[in-house]
């Protein structure tokens, strides 16, 4: 069995070579402040080669046939599952969430990449009728070409299988940049489809500290035909522009502003379950996190107790300690956010009802925060908070909780409950939001489409949906029949 140590890689990967640089930049353990590498900072140069690397493989990728990548895809997912503990332990000290779920990242991450494994000899043409008796059409589907896959910290793995499987499925080859707080499980991953022999140039890993200098050579080159990128809206926006000048697809994976909706009719307890499964995972720093809590009048405050007994008993710690269900934030800009909307909040009449302040252990760890008697005119209505605060807002009517949570730039995640199965459809019906789950508190899996619409994004992620990201039609009319 590996441990940890043995997947820590601190060379870029590009053309099945590891490539070292100049400059480095480290990669530092969020709970403890531990430097755990020091990476390779590649620049634009590196980049264009890894480029130049991923459009040379890709002509004989797309060559082999389906089956021949399902094999590899198979072996790559055999290959991360059997390194469950040790990519989870990396994780864990790169990234800071407790184990638990950083096992449960690997077998999701992993999960896509079996599935599309198996897809991969289900991705399929057509043929049409013709539009002259002499004429017939053919509907092909091809792999779009080279793809770059920029991708967040907070889910280092599960953001990267998500966009290679699919893509190298499809028969694409891929360049990923991961986020610069992460770049170490992104590493360990490709050695192990290395390992597997995933052909070199396939899958290549640009690690930089400068994502504004690199970035724009996967944004710009035109041999790059895809991007799909994770992480903020803002950044979401100055890529798809930079995408516009060759034309390229793009898939946005963006921020959201998840309200999370309790009706009088809703079982409270499995309400207040999901909600803190929804709101407090990964420390609430999940772009599909419940942003808002709506609950109706009659149940406010019933709800907003149990909430408070459920979120005061979260052990806060270090995420490789036993029990630990809430590690640091990811960076001290991200506990400065939950603060001033806490302080925004508190200072424009709602209250406190646990939590509120940097926890004890120091650093960038957070006390789970509940706070009461929320409004909309509040910061935390409008922004994404992407930390451990939940705030509950409280609403009388169905159709007053469905404009409430209509109400944002963004539409990714929304939950609610609620047993009448006419109030369940209305609402479900009305969401402006790419994904509803309702009576559940976690919807994310590789068999869904993912996704968001608004400025949450655009483009799915997972299910045979997912392919379509990847692939372009090509149509051909054969006449003369
Ligand atoms: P977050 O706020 O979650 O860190 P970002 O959108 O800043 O999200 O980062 C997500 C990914 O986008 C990371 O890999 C980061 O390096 C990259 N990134 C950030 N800014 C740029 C940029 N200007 N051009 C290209 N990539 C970028």
Redesign the pocket.
């Known amino acids: 069995m590996s441990s940890y140590q043995d997947l820590i890689f601190d060379k870029a990967y590009i053309g099945g070579q590891w490539r070292d640089s100049e400059r480095h930049f480290a990669v530092t353990n969020p709970a403890t402040g531990e430097v755990l590498a020091q990476v390779a900072d590649l620049g634009a140069d590196d980049v264009r080669e890894a480029v130049a690397a991923a459009e040379s493989a890709w002509h004989g990728w797309k060559r082999k046939t389906a089956k021949e990548r399902s094999a590899l895809l198979r072996a790559w997912y055999d290959s991360i599952m059997a390194h469950q503990d040790a990519l989870a332990e990396l994780m864990t000290r790169e990234q800071g969430k407790p184990l638990a779920e950083a096992r449960g990242e690997v077998a999701y991450g992993a999960s896509f990449v079996e599935y599309y494994a198996e897809e991969a000899k289900r991705i399929a043409g057509d043929t049409l009728p013709g539009h002259g008796p002499d004429k017939r059409i053919l509907v092909f589907r091809e792999p779009i070409g080279v793809v770059a896959a920029?991708?967040?910290?907070?889910f280092p793995l599960a953001m990267i299988t998500r966009k290679c499987a699919p893509a190298m499925a499809a028969g694409c080859s891929v360049v990923i940049?991961?986020?610069?707080?992460t770049p170490l499980t992104a590493l360990a991953l490709a050695k192990l489809a290395e390992d597997v022999g995933i052909p070199s140039g396939v899958l290549n890993v640009v690690t930089?500290s400068s994502?504004?200098e690199?970035?724009?050579v996967?944004?710009g080159d035109s041999r790059v035909r895809k991007v799909s990128?994770?992480?903020?809206?803002?950044?979401?926006k100055?890529?798809l522009s930079?995408c516009a000048a060759t034309v390229k697809k793009a898939s946005m994976e963006?921020g959201g502003n998840a309200p999370f909706i309790v009706f009088d009719d809703a079982d409270l307890d499995a309400a207040v379950e999901g909600a803190v499964a929804s709101k407090y995972r990964n420390s609430g720093?999940t772009c599909v996190c419940t942003n808002r809590l709506l609950v109706q009048d009659g149940v406010y405050d019933a709800f907003v107790e149990k909430l408070a007994k459920r979120v005061a008993e979260l052990k806060v710690g270090n995420g490789l300690d036993d029990g630990v269900l809430q590690g640091p934030l990811?960076n001290a800009a991200a506990v400065d956010k939950v603060q001033s909307h806490i302080s925004d909040a508190l200072g424009k009449g709602a209250s406190l009802v646990c939590g509120g302040k940097p926890h004890q252990l120091g650093g960038t760890f957070f006390e789970p925060t509940v706070l009461r008697d929320v409004t909309t005119d509040m910061q935390v209505a409008r922004e994404e908070t992407?930390g451990p605060l939940a705030p509950v807002f409280r609403f009388t009517t169905d159709e007053e909780a469905i404009a409430m949570a209509n109400d944002t730039e963004f539409g990714l995640a929304a939950y609610f409950y609620a047993r009448d199965y006419r109030r369940i459809w209305h609402t479900m019906e009305n969401l402006e939001y790419g994904m509803v789950a309702i009576n559940e508190g976690i919807l994310s899996t590789e068999l869904a489409p993912f996704g968001g619409i608004k400025e949450s994004g655009l483009g799915r992620e997972g299910s045979r949906y997912g392919l379509d990201e990847y692939t372009e039609l090509k149509y051909a009319c054969l006449g003369g029949l």
């Open positions: 920029i991708t967040p910290w907070n940049k991961p986020a610069e707080a930089a994502p504004r690199v970035g724009p996967l944004t990128f994770t992480g903020s809206t803002a950044v979401g100055i890529l930079q963006l720093q990811i992407f």
